[in-house]
């Protein structure tokens, strides 16, 4: 039984540039939750989807945009990407109506 | 305001020795509670839990937790550690089923070095 996948592992770019951080949940879960781990950090609440929708989102400027798909899948957008943005972006998933999450390896995002 | 407070940004102990990571929380209501842990370069994974019931939590890897209201606090432990405890601790809270909201408070962590 596959856990969460995320894709890219690693990715650098430019000040500026936009990038899109993929996310397939595990099995049997219908809800994305994506966060923030700055160094030595711990992760901060990006957002969460369910049903195809954002169903809550923490402290984040509009330049950080989601989506998710029919089959739950979710992609994390960032536009006008900022030095203060290289960080691991963790997605979470689980199931409505349970607690707790079940999280991805990461992707690592460099800006420079 | 929420937050979860995990005073000990590092500790170091001796393999077979036992270990206490702390954690206190700030919540409206008495959130769901998790201890997590992270490997360098790796996501997060759940040690243990507490939703409600028995307020001793037994986890894996021979973790357990003890959840006190009183002191709102849900410390982390282990009786000996191994070597391969070496690694990032986090304390998180959740929102209760129903309670309308989805975000969890992660803690800072606590990094653990184990002396051979």
């Known amino acids: 039984d596959a856990g969460v996948t995320q894709s890219p592992t690693h990715l650098i770019k430019t000040r500026g540039q936009q990038v899109t951080l993929r996310c397939s949940p595990k099995?049997?879960?219908?809800?994305v939750s994506w966060y923030q781990q700055a160094l030595g950090q711990g992760p901060q609440f990006i957002f969460q989807?369910?049903?195809?929708?954002?169903?809550q989102r923490g402290n984040f400027p509009d330049r950080f945009s989601g989506h998710q798909f029919p089959n739950y899948s979710s992609e994390l957008n960032v536009n006008a990407l900022l030095l203060g943005d290289s960080a691991l972006y963790l997605c979470?998933?689980?199931?409505?109506?349970?607690?707790?999450?079940?999280f991805g390896s990461g992707t690592r995002l460099t800006v420079v | 305001a929420q937050s979860v407070t995990q005073p000990d940004i590092h500790i170091t102990v001796s393999e077979g020795a036992s270990l206490e990571l702390r954690c206190n929380y700030s919540?409206?209501?008495?959130?769901?509670l998790f201890w997590y842990v992270q490997s360098p370069g790796q996501g997060l994974q759940l040690l243990l839990k507490?939703?409600?019931?028995?307020?001793l939590v037994q986890g894996i890897k021979g973790f357990e937790a003890e959840f006190k209201r009183s002191q709102s606090s849900f410390n982390l432990r282990k009786p000996s550690v191994h070597w391969s405890d070496a690694a990032e601790y986090f304390c998180?809270?959740?929102?209760?089923?129903?309670?309308?909201?989805?975000?969890?408070?992660f803690g800072t962590g606590t990094r653990l070095k184990v002396l051979a």
């Open positions: 979470a998933s689980s199931l409505a109506g349970e607690g707790g999450y079940t």
């Open positions: 919540y409206g209501a008495t959130p769901y």
């Open positions: 998180a809270v959740g929102p209760p089923l129903a309670s309308g909201t989805y975000k969890y408070i």
């Open positions: 099995s049997g879960h219908d809800t």
């Open positions: 989807y369910y049903e195809e929708e954002e169903r």
């Open positions: 507490y939703f409600s019931g028995d307020t």
